[in-house]
């Protein structure tokens, strides 16, 4: 099956606004085996979102827009859906009576224009909408949904699993498992599973994501044994660079590990400013093994809130194996992480390049240290310094449960 991606919004052409919706989105249709031919951005006006509809019509079985559901006076996206299909708008009144119950509930005064929000062609099939006001709508193979992210992840699963049974897509549930890698290339990892992938309907590819490369296997229910036996063999090929699967994450793993341990952690922070700290506090339930999490940017600081020597910083610098060091043993917790380096874009010497960057973990009484040179901008340097501290971490902490 093959369907089109229609994102509304002027904004999305003059660089106001960032599209990320389309990823989301190909990422679910690709679960249930529908392809994306194509997608087209298109400006707020009536005649270009119609152009638009009616090639998609014509060259696709399913026809998904995003943006241009709200109340305001560019929001036509219902509007133009109407006109093609030749579909009044209606007001369903159990649907103007839960949006006027949700803006009562968010304090919100209720005005006409916002009749708008629940307005749809004739006919068209609507799923709710719990993080939002809008709902999404699906008529005659096409599907609109708010522009906002969050609401478009809460409403497209609802969607796809309704038209896949509608459709019957599915003759046989689809089987995915995700494992999550961190610090090998894409065409290295490529190069070492691809040899497992012999038999036919069982697939894999590879989605570079901010936390890593995900390798995605993708087959049917009734193949799940044979996807798990590939994955047991990938785990005995790469398995160094494997540090989850599914909705594993580096920060979330490393909170797991930490409180099966019933240790607990802290960071000092030097060129990542706090970036750890903050990647640890996303998961919830951290405050159960997070001690504290400490910016040590200054040589003082260094000095005074870790008890790195003054001797140390001026012989090696704040950019060393030995400051670094000494930053880990300052921190009172069973595991601490600590980072100095130099993100740029100045800074740098031959001997000492921007980029480079020294990352510290302790677990109990023994130090570890990686001298690391990342490429990129300021914020690269600091985000990699960042992801590798976690990733390098989790590898120390599975090397000493082996250990045990």
């Not at 706090?274 to 997070?290: C, E, H, K, W």
């Amino acid at each position: 099956m093959k369907a089109a991606l229609i994102l509304v919004g002027t904004e999305l052409l003059n660089g106001g606004m960032l599209d990320t919706n389309s990823l989301y989105i190909a990422e679910e249709l690709n679960k249930y085996g529908i392809e994306i031919e194509f997608k087209i951005t298109v400006r707020d006006f009536m005649d270009e979102i119609l152009k638009t509809i009616d090639y998609a019509k014509k060259n696709v079985d399913l026809v998904i827009m995003s943006g241009g559901l709200g109340p305001t006076i560019d929001d036509i996206t219902k509007e133009a859906i109407g006109k093609y299909l030749n579909k009044p708008l209606i007001v369903e009144d159990n649907e103007l009576a839960e949006l006027k119950e949700k803006f009562k509930k968010a304090n919100i005064n209720f005005i006409k224009i916002n009749v708008k929000e629940v307005e749809k062609p004739q006919g068209a099939v609507s799923f709710k909408n719990d993080v939002g006001m809008a709902p999404a709508i699906y008529i005659d193979g096409i599907a609109a949904f708010p522009g906002v992210p969050r609401e478009l992840y809460n409403m497209f699963p609802k969607f796809i699993s309704w038209y896949s049974k509608e459709k019957k897509l599915l003759k046989d549930g689809i089987y995915i498992k995700d494992i999550l890698t961190f610090g090998m290339a894409e065409s290295l990892l490529d190069e070492s599973i691809r040899e497992f992938f012999t038999e036919d309907g069982i697939y894999y590819e590879f989605l570079v994501k901010n936390y890593g490369i995900l390798i995605r296997l993708q087959s049917t229910e009734s193949n799940k044994n044979k996807v798990e036996k590939i994955v047991e063999k990938i785990y005995n090929k790469i398995g160094v660079y494997i540090f989850g699967e599914d909705e594993d994450r580096l920060e979330k793993k490393v909170v797991q590990m930490v409180t099966d341990l019933g240790m607990n952690i802290s960071t000092a922070e030097s060129c990542t400013g706090g970036m750890i700290a903050s990647r640890l506090v996303d998961v919830p339930g951290v405050s159960s093994v997070l001690k504290e999490g400490v910016v040590t940017y200054s040589n003082e600081a260094k000095i005074k809130r870790l008890g790195v020597k003054k001797e140390t910083l001026e012989k090696y610098g704040a950019v060393s194996e030995e400051t670094v060091r000494e930053m880990v043993l300052g921190l009172d917790s069973d595991i601490a992480i600590a980072t100095t380096g130099i993100a740029g874009p100045d800074g740098g010497t031959q001997e000492k390049p921007v980029g480079l960057v020294y990352i510290g973990i302790r677990v109990k009484d023994k130090v570890y240290v990686e001298r690391k040179i990342f490429n990129g901008s300021r914020n690269k340097v600091r985000e990699r310094a960042m992801l590798q501290s976690l990733f390098s971490l989790i590898k120390i902490l599975k090397k000493g449960e082996s250990n045990e």
